[in-house]
């Protein structure tokens, strides 16, 4: 019980409890210094919750609470259903979810030969910029976007080339600045000063918005979402980036947000109350070596 009374053990033996994890992959998911995540796996091991292996340089672990006594487990599967909600086990699955999934690639890579070999020969002799331009020319060439928090611009300066106009907005004057300065030769960004909750744009003026790590800022977030379905026209789509709910206050404070992040049935349930249909609600996995919470994309049709 001693050794399931720390917070950090019970987020580690969920981790193992099913596969084997080295200790620099459970630093990365759990996104502790290295000396602490071996700290309390020494603990779990010395109490009999896990076992190590060494293969080649690397100790790796794995829980046992499947072969402890029945007290034990029975132990363990009520402290498993009461961290389930856990916002910081959430998190866990899904950096888990990416490091398993990039061992899957690295042993289908080692079976594809020279299939492998393409995609390394592509990147070297064309890049990988092609790809994202590829996708920006489905945008219709007419289409008006709005760039909503709009921040130093850098969304709005690559989707302008590809369609009629970009108008962002940002209550930063300082952001705005920054954003002037990086569209100077873009005829077709028009930036404006406002806030999401009163947005200096007309009703059905646009053919889509983003929403883009923003709606965390947001003190009113359904008063910002109804406006991004107001300025809409009929069809038109709204997509929204942003923090998968987390535990790491430190993080929202030293970034000045507002929440610790949305649920999916919460974003679902405000974007349709704003107007919109939503087509995809989607938990992303976090990209390797990132620091931040996890995030979700939601992508939405105006009625």
């Known amino acids: 019980m001693g050794a399931l009374a720390d917070p950090t053990r019970l987020r580690l033996l969920r981790l193992l409890d099913g596969q084997e994890l080295g ?4 630093c990365d998911i759990v996104q502790l210094p290295q000396s602490s995540v071996s700290r309390h796996l020494k603990v779990l091991a010395d109490e009999g919750w896990l076992r190590s292996r060494r293969q080649a340089t690397v100790h790796l672990y794995r829980a046992v609470t499947s072969e402890l006594d029945p007290a034990a487990q029975k132990l363990w599967l009520v402290a498993r259903e009461q961290t389930e909600t856990w916002p910081a086990v959430k998190q866990d699955q899904l950096r888990l979810s990416r490091r398993l999934a990039r061992r ?4 289908e890579a080692f079976f594809a030969g020279a299939a492998a070999q393409w995609d390394k020969l592509r990147d070297e002799l064309y890049g990988r910029a092609f790809i994202s331009q590829a996708m920006l020319a489905l945008l219709p060439d007419d289409a008006v976007v709005a760039d909503l928090g709009c921040g130093t611009g850098s969304v709005a300066a690559e989707i302008a080339p590809w ?12 952001m705005l600045k920054a954003a002037a ?3 100077e030769q873009l005829q077709n960004v028009d930036l404006r000063r406002g806030e999401l909750s009163a947005l200096p744009l007309e009703s059905a003026s646009c053919d889509a918005a983003l929403m883009l790590l923003v709606l965390s800022y947001v003190a009113n977030p359904p008063a910002a979402l109804a406006e991004m379905a107001r300025i809409l026209k009929p069809g038109g789509r709204a997509v929204i980036v942003d923090l998968l709910p987390h535990d790491r206050d430190d993080f929202r404070q030293r970034l000045g947000q507002q929440v610790l992040g949305f649920e999916l049935g919460q974003i679902k349930a405000m974007m349709a109350q704003a107007g919109m249909t939503v087509s995809r609600a989607i938990e992303l996995a976090p990209e390797p070596d990132v620091k931040g919470p996890a995030l979700f994309l939601a992508s939405a049709r105006k009625l």
């Open 23 to 26: 200790v620099a992959e459970l």
């Open 163 to 174: 369609v009629t106009k970009v108008i962002g907005v940002d209550s930063s004057v300082a």
């Open 104 to 107: 899957r690639q690295a042993s």
């Open 181 to 183: 300065k990086r569209a």
